[in-house]
């Protein structure tokens, strides 16, 4: 197999080019076009044609649903960058930041599973006997429905 020459910033991406770059076969990048998270351009035949700052969205979209987002959450992120151009370095840093948080918070949330799996966890179903010490009479339910200890409220 022949190797492909560098690409210049300037250059348009066929589908499968963009495909063989980022991993995804092409049917996952119509998919993610769909849902705006890349947006072609037509050529004079209605090809299409991508950017290759797509190749980072795209490796950003993979590596977001791995860590548990979901396409509306990445969409969101995304919004934030520009359609059209290469996002710059000041333009990743303020989608990090976003998505710092977004992680922290799943972080925070993967711990407490961890440290409370086998304890009380709030969620009112009384048959645990440690359920009598921690939630007596399902007190947790005042803070609201579900797993309200493993959701990050505290024992009152």
């Known amino acids: ?12 991406l066929a589908i499968g080019d963009l495909a063989a770059r980022t991993g995804l076969s092409v ?3 119509r998919f993610y076009e769909a849902r705006g998270l890349v947006a072609p351009i037509r050529n004079r035949s209605g090809q299409r044609r991508f950017l290759r700052s797509d190749i980072r969205r795209l ?16 969409a969101k992120l995304l919004a934030g960058l ?20 977004t992680l922290d918070a799943r972080i925070a ?10 304890g009380c966890i709030g969620c009112g179903c009384l ?3 440690k359920c009598q010490l921690y939630n007596p ?3 947790a339910r005042r803070l609201g429905a579900g797993p309200r200890y493993l959701l990050g409220d505290r024992p009152g």
């Open 1 to 12: 197999m022949k190797p492909r020459p560098a690409l210049r910033p300037t250059d348009l």
């Open 27 to 29: 049917s996952a990048i």
């Open 59 to 74: 490796s950003f979209v993979v590596i977001a649903q791995q860590l548990g987002l979901s396409i509306e959450e990445i």
């Open 82 to 101: 520009p359609q059209g151009r290469t996002p710059t370095l000041k333009d990743w840093t303020a989608l990090s930041r976003g998505f710092r948080a």
């Open 109 to 118: 949330s993967l711990q407490r599973l961890r440290d409370n799996l086998d």
């Open 127 to 129: 048959s645990l006997k």
């Open 137 to 139: 009479d399902d007190r």
